[in-house]
């Protein structure tokens, strides 16, 4: 019932930045937050980072925490993850994840991932 459109993704080098977009559509719900996961490949999906509904509340895995940026913008029902820094481990298809609780701290917080959008960075 949620779509998520990712876009954004792409090659980088290691130590550049992305910018990480999610349109969210649907049957959403203001009062739950929004977040990302991330699979790399022949690795399970992890949690990235997550937002509540006001922005003012944000959790984030530690391997990218200082280095990504979770932000939202509610009048354009969009989600963004601002990726600095990057490192090739964070090789990987990033999906947008709406939550089913006002801040997700991990997968199962999510109730709807959108099919997400590859990011390679290469050494």
């Known amino acids: 019932q949620v779509q998520l459109v990712e876009s954004g993704g792409g090659l980088v080098q290691a130590g550049g930045s992305l910018r990480l977009s999610c349109a969210a559509s649907?049957?959403?719900?203001?009062?739950?937050?929004m977040g990302w996961v991330r699979q790399a490949p022949g690795k399970e999906r992890e949690f990235v980072a997550s937002?509540?509904?006001?922005?003012?509340?944000?959790y984030y895995a530690d391997s990218v925490k200082g280095r990504f940026t979770i932000s939202r913008d509610n009048a354009k029902n969009t989600v963004y993850l601002q990726m600095n820094s990057l490192k090739p481990e964070d090789t990987a298809t990033y999906s947008c994840?709406?939550?089913?609780?006002?801040?997700?701290?991990?997968?199962?917080?999510?109730?709807?991932w959108g099919q997400g959008t590859p990011v390679t960075v290469s050494s």
């Open positions: 649907g049957r959403t719900f203001s009062n739950y937050g």
């Open positions: 994840a709406s939550g089913r609780r006002s801040l997700a701290i991990q997968l199962p917080d999510f109730g709807s």
């Open positions: 937002i509540t509904w006001s922005g003012s509340g944000t």
